[in-house]
């Protein structure tokens, strides 16, 4: 390992312990990321397969039928 790569290692794991990021939602340590993953665990996610006009769930990633009848003022979600 060169010295460089040293450096920079050193440098990135004190920024992480001095710069310790806080969880947006509860303040836990959540590292490096925004959310700890107790949080990101309970988050709602979207079905695999969803209007890609509005987001709502469809059978097979469709247009959903409210989107054909009366398009929405935007292209996708």
Do not use: K, N, W
């Amino acid at each position: 390992m060169s010295i460089l790569t040293q450096s920079a290692a050193f440098i990135a794991r004190s920024c992480a312990r001095l710069l310790a990021q806080d969880c947006l939602l509860c303040a836990a340590d959540s590292r490096s990321s925004l959310l700890c993953t107790a949080c990101a665990d309970d988050l709602p996610r979207l079905p695999a397969d969803y209007c890609p006009r509005c987001a709502l769930p469809t059978p097979a990633g469709e247009v959903c039928g409210r989107c054909l009848r009366q398009a929405p003022h935007y292209d996708a979600a």
